[in-house]
């Protein structure tokens, strides 16, 4: 038990890398809070194209959510940061890991968001023109805001994803808290870095995981 | 154009790298049929744990669930791969991202079944304690049927989005359609092998993701009615 809990929970270890980890913390929530704002809005341009009623505009966004949604985020990031630059295309890790998720993201979002405009009743609408409100004005704040209170649970539960999907950045050399951890285990030669860096995340998102829960619980009863 | 082409669609680096590239497929849609099972019937397995609820078995599901549901499957799989050869235990890359990703969906499903195990109403386990229908038999035919069917087209989405997760695979030296097209592309300097690799992603994913879409779209359709 005490040889575990030197591998595995080293106090001295924890203590020294624990800077380290915080500074990859802090990569990890400034990514999730750069790309979350723009993949949402993406998402709901994306849904609110749908509104426009254009056969051909229709099949194209239809495609090009299937896609997004049918390509691993890694796979996108591998394209973004490995093959753009044979095109000359470079930028730093940061950029092309928002890029990508926001790329993958807009998939989900946008699909996530066409539903809940499709749920609104059409009355709704309707009655927001009758009484010669113009129909920017009735998409953006008659039926977007019921469309919202519709999918809240899955828009929270895709944020939590986009949280938890930031890990990737790892591979492209982005020292945030996997990456930072990884490189502290090298040094130390004992897993506690990685193991705290696993309990830093839990710790971190946890509240959001339980809150999605409570949502999607409600969501499925409602089902029924 | 013809730059691009020789770039991102180089048929003499396809031609040389397809072989390895097509076994990459295979070892993907391996790993996600696996994963898929494995992660079905462990969310299935541990749902109905919980109908005979104690103390101990609900402290366990709910720590379960929240830890796999909320630590990113890359820090799970570094952690099986890098950190559990400490304890003894080292695992080959294919079993790693196996267990890993069997593990996540197993959390999943396990919750989202176990949500609609209550979901169904109190009245049909009554009524078939009524009828003299034992616990396990009132379970297994009454309330997962209809269960299962509840849970269906949320579950189809989770596991389609975990089994993308094979692709992380390739961070540790899992050979799967993701890792061999980077192989390919560092040794030919050339990024087909990666245009190749997301167009056989795309093809693979595809049906799926159009099959989630028919699914929910019909069970919304059956709740209106």
Known sequence: MQAFLNNFAN???????????????LVTVSLALVALPLSLLSGLLVALLFAVKNRVLTA????????CRSIPVLVLLMIIFYALPFLGLMMPPFVAVVLTLVINNTGYFGEIFRAG?????????EAGLALGISRPRVLLFIVVPQA??????PLASNALELAKATSIASLVTMPELLRVAQVAQANVYNPTPLVAAAALYFIVLWPFSRLVARYELKTIKARY | MGAIEEIFFNGEV???YWGEIVQGLMLTAEVSLLTVVLGIMGGLL???????????????FAVFIDVFRTIPILVILFLVYFALPYAGLRLSPLVTTVATLSLVLTAYSAETFWVAIQAIPRGQTDAARALNIGAWSTIAFIILPQAIRLSIPLLCNRAIAITKGTALGAAVALPELL??????????????PLTLAAGLYVLFFIPLVLLSRWLERRSTRERRA
């Not at chain 2, 541990?46 to 366990?60: E, T």
């Open chain 2, 179 to 192: 890792g061999s097209a980077q192989s390919a592309m560092s040794i030919a300097a050339n990024p087909s």
């Open chain 1, 60 to 67: 194209v966004l239809f495609v090009l959510i299937d896609l």
């Open chain 1, 117 to 125: 405009l499709a749920s609104v009743p059409k009355h709704q609408q």
């Open chain 2, 46 to 60: 541990l749902a109905v744990l919980k109908c005979f609820s104690n103390v101990v078995v609900d402290v366990i």
């Open chain 1, 11 to 25: 106090v001295d270890t924890f203590v020294s890398v624990l800077p380290l980890l915080l500074s990859g913390l």
């Open chain 2, 14 to 16: 396809i031609g040389r």
């Open chain 1, 148 to 153: 919202i209170r519709n999918v809240a649970a």
